[in-house]
C-alpha cells in the first residue's frame, strides 16, 4: 500500500524532518541526495537510518514513512531489514554512525517533548494517539474499498464493527459515488456467504 504525502499527519511530517536533519548533518549528505534514489552507499545508509529512526518512534505506519520516499510499505520493511543486516554485521562503520545519529535523535525528540507545558505535552500525546487511529483507519478503510472493488463480500460482523467505528447511520450522508455506493450494499444487501 501507498501513500501520498498529503495523506500524512502533522506529528508524522515533524519526526521525518527531524530525522532527515539528523541523518543529513551527522552524515555529511544532503536531503534531497537522501531522498533520491541514489544508490551511493551513504545514501543507502541514510536511507536504512531514516526507515529505523521513523519506526523507532513507534507512532506511523511503514505506507506514511514510504510516502517521504515515493515507496510502499514493503521497501520499508525491506530497508528496515537491510538496516538490521548492516548494524549486525557493522557494515562501514554502520553501527558507529547509527548509534550516534539515534542517541542525537532520541535527544532532539526527547526535548522537544520536554520543553512542552503540560497542557502542550497532553495535546501532543492526543494529537499522536489520533493520528495512530486515523493510520489505522485509513488501513482499514483502503482495505474494504479494495475487497468491494475487487467483488470480495463483507461479512455480517466486519459490517457491525465498520458502523460501530465510524458511526455510520446513514448512507445518505456520504457524499461520494463510491461510498455512497458502498454504504448502500453494506445496509441494504445480503452477502451470500453471511
Known amino acids: 500500500m501507498k501513500k501520498t504525502i498529503e495523506e500524512i499527519s502533522p506529528a508524522c511530517k515533524a519526526d521525518f524532518a527531524l530525522a532527515l536533519e539528523t541523518v543529513s548533518d551527522l552524515l555529511k549528505v544532503s536531503r534531497k ?9 551513504e545514501c543507502l545508509m541514510g536511507r536504512a537510518m531514516l526507515y ?18 515515493g515507496k510502499d510499505h514493503s521497501t520499508i520493511l525491506h530497508g528496515l ?17 547509527y548509534d550516534l545519529i539515534f542517541k542525537s535523535f532520541k535527544g532532539k525528540l526527547d526535548h522537544d ?43 455480517q460482523k466486519l459490517k457491525e464493527k465498520l458502523v460501530e467505528a465510524f458511526f455510520v447511520q446513514d448512507p445518505s450522508e456520504h457524499t461520494t459515488g ?17
Open 178 to 194: 463510491i461510498e455512497k455506493e458502498i454504504s448502500k450494499n453494506l445496509f441494504t444487501k445480503k452477502d451470500k456467504y453471511d
Open 113 to 155: 517533548v520536554q520543553g512542552m507545558t503540560v497542557n502542550e505535552k497532553s495535546h501532543y500525546e492526543i494529537l499522536n494517539k489520533i493520528d495512530l487511529m486515523i493510520d489505522g483507519l485509513t488501513v482499514i478503510r483502503n482495505s474494504v474499498l479494495d475487497d468491494y472493488i475487487s467483488g470480495i463480500p463483507m461479512s
Open 52 to 69: 529505523s529512526l521513523m519506526d523507532y518512534t513507534d507512532r506511523h505506519d511503514y505506507a506514511s514513512i514510504g510516502a517521504f520516499f
Open 33 to 41: 541526495k537522501l531522498l533520491s534514489k541514489s544508490r551511493i552507499t
Open 81 to 97: 531489514r537491510e538496516h538490521a543486516k548492516m548494524y549486525e554485521q557493522d557494515y562501514n562503520e554502520y553501527q558507529n554512525l
